[in-house]
């Protein structure tokens, strides 16, 4: 099977709620024992995306956005550091002076 195409396969909930993934699917996604999915219902449709490719797509997009705003992640932990002792004051006023 190419490495592009596309993939339709019947699966069948056991007793227990459970479904057996294809190989095929499995070597293609790198989907090992242990690997998080991520359970995602649309309307009448449900997703089942493993965790490590939904993340690494995010840290991507953010990656990208950072550079369109030319920040990097050393300007937002500087940033959080200089404003980090205002924002616990404003929190918890009653802690403040301890």
């Keep these: 099977m190419e ?4 993939h339709l396969q019947t699966l069948t ?3 227990k709620g459970q ?5 095929d699917a499995r070597r293609r ?3 090992d024992k242990g690997t998080h999915l ?3 219902v649309v309307g009448d449709c449900l997703l089942y995306v493993p965790e490590h490719i939904y993340l690494n797509r995010i840290i991507d997009n953010l990656q990208a956005s950072l550079q369109r705003v ?6 937002i932990v500087a940033d959080i550091e200089v404003h980090k002792d205002d924002t616990f004051r404003s929190l918890y006023p009653e ?3 301890k």
């Design 19 to 23: 479904i057996t993934i294809s190989a």
């Design 13 to 15: 909930v056991s007793s």
């Design 29 to 31: 996604l790198s989907i």
């Design 3 to 6: 490495a592009n195409q596309d």
């Design 38 to 40: 991520l359970e995602i």
């Design 95 to 97: 802690l403040a002076d």
């Design 70 to 75: 030319d920040l990097t992640t050393e300007d």
